[in-house]
């Protein structure tokens, strides 16, 4: 009985697991049969791994070989484990030691001509591998760059099915293809490519209560809504708040990186301490939004976002449905997104930035003479963000039409750049930090209203329960107005807010 082993990794989610591969060569009619819960891309494993073996001068079995992944109650599913069949197939006939891949894990994409592939999700795979106690990991060279972002495990690269016997100590011949001109291909098949600058915030003409309003949407980890006319900057101003909030940690980072890796993006972004930046079309569909798929869900653009800002221009103008998937996740920080074969949960703690026009024809302001629009249809516009969606939104400003432009050599004093907005953020969210310390919380939207309520001083409260009492602020929405009023202490410098910070913490809730 000839049998042949080795390890792979397989991923729910995010939430990786080892299987245990193991390949039987077995008397009886010629048959390959792969079992242990495999999806449709891995049972045409079977074709990709039978001529990418051939390929490398190994004469195939002629006679029955299964292959069994263990854990058989776990789903498997994707390309990424064709090597590690191979491998096991390898051994089982003998053309790799039986022994010298018991303890390794082996992950690639194998083609018919015996090259390897490079895989989406490398990043969890190794950090898996690592957390085991597994030091030796195979990949495909072209993951190698991907491979080095993690440290404590011995990658090896391999091209071709053909350097794994060579490297594991067999025998085999085979002829490397000419090496690919053309750039690393993204999920959908576009080239990836560094993603430009946003720009800076002093290319924005006017708008300063805005900018103030993004200066303590970043410092205390707010959401934020801007509703104006079309051409006010709204979206100018959105696509520049990476540039202002704090720069990642590297567990951030890693992070960050994770999601991209399981998205087939990190080639695109590499590990970069520039908060994640996402901005679905509101025609984007409710699974594009939380994540979806057949199978498992893969992530959706909250997920993409995670550590960085969900950007929601023309809010009004997404799906009712879609704009309520978002309620869970801005409380709880993670998403379940449920599928036949399996609940994934992706994390998804992100700041949102909406933008919205006052009525469908965006021209209801000032007095409003230009408006097309009857009452009826801007209230039903607006209606659309939904009270729920509002009350979570803790800073609510306008964005009025610019009066007039400024010429640099005009103005008294320079408009602030994102580098200097940063410094005040990373200041007043070290601040909040060390006021945490301890409690698990890293910025004051985070910070529980129990603490809010109890360190604020009986006359800083008044305003709160002045809001309340008018019901101008539901219970929610005054602890909302409270962590702004300690992010506004934070970038005043002071110990605690007092009557003036929690009064202006109510008038960025309640200004639309």
Known sequence: ?????????????????????QAFISPGLPYFSIIGLPDTSLSEARERVKSACQASGFPWPQTRVTVNLSPASMP??????????????L????????????STVVVGEVNLDGTVLPVNGLLPILLHAREQGIERVIVPQANMDEAGLIDGLDTLGVRHVGELIEMMGGEASYRLPDEPTGQVATTDGAP???VPSAGDMSEVVGQEYAKWAMEVAAAGGHHLLMTGPPGSGKTMLASRMPGIMCPLTESEQL????????CGTLPAYGISDVPPFEAPHHTSSTPALVGGGSGVAMPGAITKAHRGVLFMDEAPEFSARSLQTLREPLESG?????????????????QLVMAANPCPCGMSYGTGERCSCTEREQQRYFARLSGPILDRIDIQVEVPPVSRILLDRDMLEPRPSSADIRARVIEARKTARE???????????????SWMREHLSRKALEPVNEALETQRLSLRGADRAMRLAWTLADLKGLSSPGRDEVTQGIALRTHV
């Open 334 to 350: 993670y998403v379940a997104v449920s599928r036949s074969k399996g609940t994934a949960y992706y994390p998804a703690s992100f």
């Open 76 to 89: 498997k599913r994707g390309s990424s484990y064709d090597l590690a069949i191979a491998a096991a197939v």
């Open 435 to 449: 006021r945490f310390s301890g409690m698990g919380w890293t910025c004051n939207a985070q910070a529980s209203g």
């Open 255 to 262: 992070e960050v990186a994770t999601i991209r890796s399981l």
């Open 192 to 194: 990836s490519m560094v």
């Open 1 to 21: 009985m000839a049998i042949g082993g080795t390890l792979s990794v397989g991923l729910v989610g995010l939430k990786a697991f080892t299987v245990t591969m």
């Open 91 to 102: 051994c089982a006939a003998g053309t790799i030691p039986h022994e010298s891949l018991l």
